[in-house]
Nanobody
Framework: VQLQASGGGLVQPGGSLRLSCTASGFSLDSSAIGWYRQAPGQAHEWISCISSSGSGTYYANVVKDRFTISRDDGRRRVYLQMNSLKAEDTAVYYC?????????WGQGTLVTVSS
């Protein structure tokens, strides 16, 4: 199981970024995928997840109405569209999957929101 997050970078407050999670080594189309983030000195924070079918999407209150999760199983990717970014969104963002009772984390991507 491998997950690789990408798309992070430096963005000004109010800006947008789209993160991608590229999956390999497992059946993506039968897996729910989550996004988490970890700010400096903080614990991992759950942000969003999407069901295996894509019909169910869920968000933490702190990002609801600003972030949108989606998936393209053909491209083996899950996306996180982030709009109206705030300084407090600065963190390393990770994608996550549970397979056979084990949690797998990908390499994260750093998002920095600063003017």
């Amino acid at each position: 199981v491998q997950l690789q997050a990408s798309g992070g970078g430096l963005v000004q407050p109010g800006g947008s970024l789209r993160l991608s999670c590229t999956a390999s080594g497992f059946s993506l189309d039968s897996s729910a995928i989550g996004w988490y983030r970890q700010a400096p000195g903080q614990a991992h924070e759950w942000i969003s997840c999407i069901s295996s079918s894509g019909s169910g999407t869920y968000y933490a209150n702190v990002v609801k109405d600003r972030f949108t999760i989606s998936r393209d199983d053909g491209r083996r990717r899950v996306y996180l569209q982030m709009n109206s970014l705030k300084a407090e969104d600065t963190a390393v963002y990770y994608c996550h999957v549970v397979r056979a009772g084990r949690a797998f984390w990908g390499q994260g991507t750093l998002v920095t929101v600063s003017s």
